[in-house]
């Protein structure tokens, strides 16, 4: 890079690489994170090696990174080769991968993940020995209602008819998922990410298309969020608030999960979440929307980003110059990029340099392969 000409000031950094301060503990150096992203490439639902390749590509010092959706117990998996943290195994797995990210500076945030209904007949994807293996375990939901055939990788996906939690067992779910942050903090992760998103176990009690509960835990906005809620606060007591975030996405229809009233269900959620003393809230934009010839994102969050006293971090289709504007208007203290980061291991340099992107490759997303379209996209001539 040239020397900086005499008598000139130094370039300001663009809004997306300046520094900022979440919580009382964690100084980044930066604002653009690496949004959870779901690679199914654990088998045996423990990270591999590859994973520690992957995540230290797009790990920079004072950078943010999110895991891949980790299951909270075996029953909390779907059918395709993701990881979990709820055995001591698996933790000590996830060890090297926490470590070579660390190595880095960067921080490292475990998501915790209960997929609950969105579970497939068969399992599409061949188990080790070939053998494709039917489901020993009906899945569980807030509801008995099952999900309608998706149209996914452009084929037909079809899932198992859950089975309704019955009230005392609701609680078993919750302390799943405290004793998969336990485990996660054990392996070295900076702190866990609950997942409250994209129709998983969480969200199918928030919103009201799925939830047809009639006890304690259903009906009223309040008695959908309570399940929630105690999630939140049982992984809070184990870990600490300021181990803890939890990701929402109240505008998405994402297997056959929607709400009526989706800003009346994000401004109690946001609200609320500040009695748990949280670090961060983590919320997905609506659906971007088309002007004048491009897509834009719709920025339908600031309600919800002035109700929450924590660190607020939005996803959904956000470019380096949407990303620079909501960082300077002060729409959103950190910016998560998933498919951008994805395809540019070394994203925030980019960014930095004004650089051309790598496409990403949406047909390698879900596939197995321990380097193709994983750990294969090139970074910038250094």
């Known amino acids: 890079m040239a020397a900086q000409e005499e008598g000139t000031a130094p370039r300001a950094p663009i809004p997306l690489l300046t520094q900022y301060k979440m919580g009382e503990r964690i100084e980044l150096a930066h604002r653009v994170v690496l949004a959870p992203l779901t690679r199914q490439r654990s088998p045996g639902n423990a990270p591999q090696p590859h994973a520690a390749v992957y995540y230290a590509q797009r790990a920079t010092a004072g950078g943010l990174l999110v895991t891949e959706a980790t299951g909270v117990s075996a029953a909390a998996q779907g059918h395709r080769p993701t990881p979990g943290v709820w055995t001591a195994e698996q933790a000590a797995a996830w060890g090297p991968v926490v470590g070579a990210v660390h190595a880095r500076g960067a921080v490292f945030f475990c998501q915790l993940w209960h997929v609950g209904r969105v579970v497939g007949e068969l399992c599409p994807a061949p188990e080790p020995d070939g053998m494709m293996q039917q489901l020993q375990q009906q899945p569980v939901s807030s509801t008995d209602k099952g999900i309608g055939a998706q149209m996914h990788d452009g084929g037909v996906e079809e899932f198992a008819t859950p089975r309704r939690l019955a009230a005392e067992e609701i609680s078993g779910i919750v302390d799943d998922f405290r004793k998969a942050a336990r485990n996660a903090i054990d392996a070295g992760f900076d702190g866990v990410e609950i997942h409250g998103a994209h129709g998983y176990i969480v969200e ?35 870990v600490g608030g300021h181990r803890v975030g939890v990701r929402l996405s109240p505008f998405a229809d994402y297997m056959d999960c929607h709400d009526s009233d989706p800003h009346a269900l994000a401004l109690y959620m946001s609200t609320k979440l500040n009695d748990y003393g949280i670090l ?19 920025k339908r969050l600031l309600p919800y980003r002035q109700a929450f006293k924590g660190t607020f971090i939005v996803a959904g289709g956000y470019d380096r110059e949407e990303g620079n504007k ?44 321990p380097v193709v379209g994983y750990t294969d996209y090139p970074f910038l001539d250094r």
Request: glycine content about 6%.
């Open 280 to 298: 961060y809230l983590h919320m997905v934009e609506p659906r971007m929307a088309r002007l004048d010839g491009r897509r834009v994102v719709p």
């Open 326 to 369: 909501v960082v300077s208007e002060g729409y959103a203290d950190l910016v998560a990029f998933g498919r951008l980061f994805l395809a540019n291991p070394d994203l925030p340099r980019r960014f930095g340099l004004n650089a051309e992107l790598n496409k990403y490759d949406r047909a390698t997303f879900y596939t197995s392969d």
């Open 204 to 238: 199918q009690f928030l919103k009201d298309s799925v939830n047809d509960r009639e006890d304690d835990c259903g009906g009223s906005l309040e008695n959908r969020c309570r399940f929630a809620l105690e999630v939140v606060e049982a992984v809070a007591r184990e």
